[in-house]
C-alpha cells in the first residue's frame, strides 16, 4: 500500500507541476482576502477587549485557514472527472492496493496546501504580520495544516464518489467554506460574537484548527490550545480518512 501510494502520489505531483498556474489559483481567494479584509478591519484591532496587537496577526490563522479549504476542499472534483472517464475503471482492475488510490489523492491535495501555505506566511510577513519563524513553530503550524488538508480533501473525495455528479459537489463545496469559516473566530474574536455562533463554533472543525494555528504562530507556544486543537484535528482527520476509503471500497463494489 506504501508503494502504491507513493507511485500514484508522484504520478499527481507530476501532474501539478506541469500546470502550476492550476495550483496557484486556488491562493488568489486567500490572499485577496488576507489584503481586503486587514485594510477593511485594520482598526478593529484598537477595540476594548480585541486579543492582538493588530487584525493582521490575529487574521492570520483564519487566512491559512482559507488555503487548507479553497486547496483542498475541491480535491473530489478531479477524482469525479477520472471516474467519468474511465480512469479509476483501470485502476480497479489492475494490482493496485484499493486504500492507496485515496490516499495518493489525499496526501498530494494536503502537500499542495503545506507548500501554499509558505507562500501566505510569507506574504503576511512581508505586510508586518509579527509571529515566530522558528522551526518548532514552523513545524507544528505545517502539521496542523497537513492534518487539515488530509480532513477536507477526504470529505471532499468522499462526497465525490457518492454524488456521482459535479453539481450537487460544487454545492458541498460551497458549504464547507465559507460557512465554516463564519462560524469560527477566524475572523472575529469569539467574545464579539453573538451567542448563537459561539455554540456552533464548538462544533466546527475549522474552529479547533485555527485555535492550533494561534497557539503556535505566537513566540510563546500556548501548549493546551495547541493539544486540544491538534488532537480534534487529528480525530476529524482519521474519521474522515476511514469514511473516504469506505465510500471508494463500496464504489468497487
Known amino acids: 500500500m506504501i508503494a502504491d501510494t507513493w507511485h500514484l502520489y508522484n504520478k499527481y505531483l507530476i501532474i501539478s507541476l506541469r500546470m502550476p498556474l492550476w495550483s496557484l489559483f486556488s491562493l488568489i ?15 478593529f484591532a484598537q477595540l476594548p477587549g480585541f486579543p492582538g496587537d493588530t487584525y ?29 472517464s474511465g480512469t479509476v475503471d483501470k485502476l480497479l482492475v489492475s494490482p493496485i492496493s ?30 508586518g504580520a509579527n509571529f515566530s519563524w522558528h522551526p518548532l513553530n514552523l513545524f507544528l503550524i505545517l502539521s496542523i495544516m497537513l492534518l487539515l488538508g488530509i480532513a477536507f480533501a477526504c470529505l471532499s ?8 455528479r ?3 459537489l460544487v454545492i458541498m463545496g460551497n458549504m464547507m467554506t465559507l460557512p ?15 451567542e448563537w455562533i459561539q455554540t456552533a463554533a464548538l462544533v466546527n472543525p475549522v474552529e479547533y484548527g485555527v485555535d492550533a494555528l494561534r497557539a503556535v504562530l505566537t513566540k510563546e ?15 476529524i482527520t482519521l474519521a474522515a480518512l476511514f469514511w473516504a476509503i469506505s465510500a471508494f471500497k463500496g464504489l468497487r463494489d
Request: a negative charge; aromatic letters at 14%; proline letters at 4%.
Open 29 to 43: 481567494q486567500p490572499l485577496l482576502w488576507l489584503f481586503i479584509f486587514t485594510a477593511l478591519f485594520s482598526n
Open 98 to 127: 484499493r486504500a492507496s488510490i485515496v490516499l495518493s489523492r489525499v496526501l498530494h491535495s494536503a502537500s499542495q496546501v503545506v507548500a501554499q501555505a509558505l507562500i501566505v506566511l510569507a506574504v503576511a510577513w512581508m505586510l
Open 56 to 84: 493582521l496577526d490575529y487574521f492570520l490563522p483564519g487566512v491559512l485557514m482559507m488555503t487548507v479549504l479553497f486547496g483542498s476542499s475541491w480535491s473530489g472534483v478531479s477524482l469525479l472527472r477520472e471516474i467519468n
Open 180 to 194: 465554516l469559516m463564519f462560524f469560527s473566530s477566524a475572523m472575529v474574536p469569539e467574545a464579539f460574537m453573538p
Open 221 to 235: 507556544i500556548n501548549t493546551e490550545l495547541f493539544l486540544q486543537g491538534f488532537f480534534v484535528t487529528l480525530a
Open 166 to 168: 459535479e453539481e450537487p
Open 157 to 164: 473525495n468522499g462526497f465525490a464518489i457518492l454524488s456521482q
